[in-house]
């Protein structure tokens, strides 16, 4: 059993920055593609951003540009830096560890873009 833990959720205005971190149990973090998902009230749990073991990253289109997933193996973390938010980006963020068939899933921390 793999535990995750989000931190970093908060409440910034439009243009800001904020940095959720996911720190995870366990000795085989560095084999495990890691990622982010967002769910906004009413809609769909998406994927924001994902990190293979060997470094390769992927983001949705919305935060292309603005969002850099990033891990440190030796701290059992992976990092979303979010910058230039949007009050559409709100939403509780989630943390997610894959291998294979494997996934395990943080709590979550929100994030609340407004002015």
């Known amino acids: 059993q793999v535990q995750l833990v989000e931190s970093g959720g908060g409440l910034v205005q439009p243009g800001g920055s904020l940095r959720l971190s996911c720190a995870a149990s366990g000795s085989s973090f560095s084999i495990y593609t890691m990622g982010w998902y967002r769910q906004a009230s009413g809609k769909q749990r998406e994927l924001v951003a994902a990190i293979t073991s060997g470094g390769i990253t992927d983001y949705a289109d919305s935060v292309q540009g603005r969002f850099s997933i990033s891990r440190v193996n030796a701290k059992n973390t992976v990092y979303l830096q979010m910058n230039s938010l949007k009050p559409e980006d709100t939403a509780v963020y989630y943390c997610?560890?894959?291998?294979?068939?494997?996934?395990?899933w943080g709590q979550g921390t929100q994030v609340t873009v407004s002015s």
């Open positions: 997610n560890a894959e291998l294979n068939t494997w996934r395990w």
